[in-house]
């Protein structure tokens, strides 16, 4: 009822603006002509670039659901240089590590405040064996998903463990369903988790971990659809039902409170196919047995425009640029069709949808290993980013959790490296201005976004979100997705006559802008801040920006 009557404010306050906005135009399409005749009798070219307005109103009257921090997760599955090279280079690497990880990579990633890490997969999970990964002799095999190349095993639970520790996140275990048992999966979780002397509890100790692991979160399966085992959503259903009830965590700390949170695969698209999964599991869902039960339905969505994936993730020009972002805001209905599937079985919004895999995913970079998924990370991926991330926010009542496809080295990764070389990417440094978003309270903001058009392609011209830090802090993110034109936000809070708003901006010189390991610099945030004036904030963004401001009161 309160979102109906909001929803149909802001579509008033929507046509209101567009209306202003249409009259506001004319005037200034007008005056821009009247100067252009001063500029030709002068003799003069009239500028090119116009900044164009925007008024913006941020609610602070209304408050929504909370922006869960598990929406900024991560995911690192055992592909390419994803774990081995990206995490973990041993203990005796020249590479500065500790026990084996390094350590760039941690400082980088504990400056993001990572919430969780999904581990080991990906269809990787569903191939992974848990003990050929623990104890002094690792088995080596081999990882045919991805390259078919020697899978050493070195990286196994307690490296795993020992690198969430370093960052300071939770474990988002995926369980293999596909190829391996409910007994295998059973025995993984009682290994990590109990506390009491069994065999298995005693060989962890033995391993170096007398304590039991804590596993904030399981995957049951992954894409089980596809490469997790090609199967149908009832079969699926039944072997869900089997590892909820029989993969336990034995953790004296996650029994009462902190219970680990089981995630069902779900859909990989807006399809028929995907939809009849949506609600085979939701349906079952809703009558469920004391028996069985699940807290998140996972969501796989990627940027890719057409498969295989064949878009340049560098050297391309405006076009694939509003491609890809037309591309991106996608996201949003597929999140409203499973949502409403969702929203039938389950009012009361007890199941989390968590987009599990997103982000953009291009053709591999010339000369790498296709099966490494090696990609570049340029600013249109900060902006396919800000906007995704937005997109969860505004759904955050039940997207209460999302994993970026990946960490390190693979598709959309925060980090690059080579050898010892290190390079933030621009998609690391959204993460990082984000960060403030973290648990904070939905704010609604109401503006005009106006329209950006490249050939066939429209876009809104920009994007915006606001929330509340737990301090009760606002915050302002503003994409401006025009690749041409600056824009000037007007910042109201009514009720609030705002002071100041500072914070940062990542901007970059072209679309195809990229952090080189002999250039790291080329996209960094810059500050930035807003003018007070009349009761109102003036922000002036840089085309194709993502900005994040505090706005003091
Ligand atoms: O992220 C790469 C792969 O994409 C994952 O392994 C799989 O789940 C998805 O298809």
Redesign the pocket.
């Given at each position: 009822m309160v979102y109906t009557r909001a929803y149909k404010m802001r579509l008033t306050m929507h046509f209101l603006m567009r209306r202003i906005s249409i009259l506001e135009r004319r005037v200034s399409l007008v005056r821009q002509l009247l100067g252009s005749f001063v500029l030709i009798a002068m003799g003069l070219t009239a500028p090119a670039i116009v900044a164009q307005k925007v008024e913006l109103s941020v609610d602070v009257s209304k408050g929504g659901a909370k922006i869960d921090r598990n929406i900024f997760g991560q995911f690192a599955?055992h592909?390419g240089h994803g774990v081995y090279e990206g995490i973990w280079v041993g203990p005796d690497s020249t590479i500065p590590n500790t026990r084996g990880i390094r350590n760039d990579v941690v400082a980088a990633l504990k400056a993001l405040k990572v919430p969780n890490v999904r581990w080991p997969?990906?269809?990787?999970a569903d191939e992974y064996h848990w003990r050929k990964g623990i104890g002094p002799q690792r088995t080596v095999t081999l990882n045919p998903n991805w390259g078919g190349v020697i899978e050493p095993n070195t990286f196994g639970t307690h490296e795993f463990m020992d690198f969430l520790d370093q960052i300071g996140a939770q474990a988002y275990v995926s369980v293999n369903v596909g190829s391996g048992t409910p007994q295998e999966a059973a025995e993984w979780l009682e290994y990590m988790t109990t506390a009491q002397p069994t065999t298995l509890a005693k060989e962890r100790a033995s391993n170096g971990h007398p304590a039991p692991y804590n596993v904030a979160l399981l995957g049951i399966g992954?894409?089980s659809w596809d490469?997790g085992g090609n199967m149908t959503p009832d079969y699926y259903l039944s072997q869900l039902k089997i590892y909820s009830r029989f993969v336990r965590n034995f953790n004296p700390a996650q029994q009462d409170k902190q219970q680990m949170l089981k995630i069902a695969v779900g859909p990989g698209g807006a399809e028929p196919r995907w939809t009849d999964w949506t609600e085979t599991i939701m349906k079952a869902y809703q009558h469920h047995q004391w028996s069985w039960d699940m807290n998140g339905l996972s969501m796989?969505n990627y940027t890719v425009g057409h498969w295989p994936p064949s878009f340049a993730s560098v050297g391309f020009g405006e076009t694939e640029y509003a491609q890809i972002l037309k591309f991106t805001l996608d996201m949003d209905d597929l999140i409203a069709k499973h949502s409403a599937i969702m929203d039938k079985y389950d009012p009361q919004k007890k199941v989390a949808l968590v987009v599990d895999?997103w982000g953009g995913w291009y053709a591999p970079l010339p000369g790498s290993n296709p099966g490494f998924?090696v990609q570049q990370n340029s600013l249109r991926d900060a902006i396919l980013a800000a906007l995704n991330l937005n997109i969860f926010a505004r759904h955050a009542d039940r997207v209460r959790m999302a994993n970026i496809?990946?960490m390190i080295n693979v598709?959309q990764a925060m980090i690059m490296t080579d050898k010892e070389k290190m390079v933030l990417t621009p998609t690391y440094h959204v993460f990082k201005m984000y960060v403030p978003f973290q648990d904070a309270t939905f704010v609604p903001v109401v503006f005009d976004a106006g329209t950006y058009t490249h050939g066939d392609v429209s876009l809104p011209r920009v994007d915006a979100i606001a929330a509340k830090d737990k301090t009760g802090k606002l915050w302002l993110e503003v994409t401006n997705i025009d690749p041409n034109q600056p824009t000037e936000i007007d910042i109201n809070v009514p009720g609030i006559t705002p002071k100041s708003a500072a914070g940062e901006t990542l901007i970059a010189p072209k679309v195809d802008s990229v952090n080189t390991f002999e250039a790291p610099h080329t996209i960094l945030p810059k500050p930035v801040s807003a003018k007070a004036q009349a009761g109102k904030l003036t922000l002036k963004l840089e085309p194709k920006s993502v900005t994040v401001v505090a706005i003091e009161q």
């Open positions: 599955e592909l997969g990906g269809c990787f992954n894409e490469c796989h895999e998924l496809a990946q598709l």
